[in-house]
């Protein structure tokens, strides 16, 4: 485990704690959730910055308009990174460079989520949901001293399925687990590298209070 993925964990289970301190009482303010993870992402096929990282994180909270349906804000952000070997690279007729490189990807999605639990107030509390937004990527190489990058913009879709964990029924945090799966429209071009949309799956651990 890196030591960026340790302090991601650290700052979950932080939160876990401050909030274990809180008096018992169903939620900070009444019918919503918060929650806060670390994840794990996969990109699917990338051909930029496409090797599985823990570097990244959530934040979403929800209000439920009905006992069943949450609605509210989203952001997270995660890097994936690449080791490129040594090559040489054609930039444009008569200009080429040879070096070894470091690609990376950083994602910024936010926006709002939704979700419909079932078993409301119970232990284990399983539900579905979609995050919809904008995404910032920022798509760069570093190599020798110099960075090279291109931002870019894109429309985010984020389904998910999951669950929440309640193990002490006198206090409203415990535990939330999720799988999903990311789509956004970003599309870039880098030296002779391209990307023209991102996809990954991943999964989150984290607290809900």
């Not at 001293?145 to 399925?161: A, R």
């Amino acid at each position: 485990m890196t030591m960026k993925t340790t302090k991601y964990l650290a700052a979950v289970l932080t939160v876990a704690a401050l909030a274990a301190f809180r008096p018992a009482e169903a939620q900070i303010i009444p019918d919503t959730y918060i929650n806060v993870d670390w994840q794990l992402n996969v990109p699917v096929g990338s051909s930029f910055a496409d090797k599985t990282t823990g570097w990244g994180m959530n934040f979403e909270g929800g209000y439920f308009v009905t006992p069943e349906f949450s609605v509210g804000p989203f952001i997270s952000y995660h890097t994936n990174f690449e080791n490129i070997p040594r090559q040489t690279l054609q930039l444009k007729p008569g200009t080429a460079m040879t070096t070894n490189q470091k690609h990376s990807l950083f994602q910024l999605p936010f926006g709002v989520t939704g979700r419909y639990t079932f078993l409301k107030d119970r232990v284990f509390e399983p539900y579905v949901g979609v995050k919809l937004g904008a995404n910032y990527a920022e798509m760069a190489s570093y190599y020798s001293i110099f960075k090279h990058y291109d931002d870019t913009w894109g429309f985010y879709v984020q389904p998910e399925i999951g669950v929440s964990i309640f193990p002490w029924t006198s206090q409203r945090y415990g535990f939330h687990v999720a799988l999903y799966y990311g789509y956004s429209t970003n599309s870039g071009s880098l030296l002779v590298y391209s990307m023209d949309n991102i996809n990954s799956f991943g999964l989150r651990v984290g607290v809900s209070f």
